[in-house]
């Protein structure tokens, strides 16, 4: 059985930086890439950030890159996403998101993927960004 669990988040004001980690459980980020999806109040769920550890494939949402890195450690299996120069538009619940059906798949597949396609989740983490 799958378990995500995620750390990290909260309040910062625009221009500010904030970081996420989601430690796995299960399946080895070695074998199978992880991210984060994101969901704000009224609008449809987006994928944000993907990483292949295996080729060290990366994809991001256009209106984050740049302000986002994505990275994993191997020998805690966890996954990073490291949140500069934060907007307003960045506020919503991130979901780390891994599926097993995804065994050394490239990130770039997860960026086509639905948002909400995915069969591992991890409770989601409030980020929340102030003008």
Known sequence: QVQLVESGGGEVQSGGSLSLSCRASGLSLDDYPIGW??????????????????????????????????????????????????????????????????FLAPAQSLGARDPSNFDSWGRGTQITVSS
């Open 37 to 102: 999806v994101r969901q704000a109040p009224g609008k449809n769920r987006e994928g944000v950030s993907f990483i292949n550890s295996r080729d060290g494939s990366t994809w991001y949402l256009d209106s984050v890159k740049g302000r986002f890195t994505i990275s994993t450690h191997y020998a805690s299996n966890t996954a990073y996403l490291q949140m500069n120069s934060l907007k307003p538009e960045d506020t919503g619940t991130y979901y780390c998101v891994t599926d097993r059906g995804l």
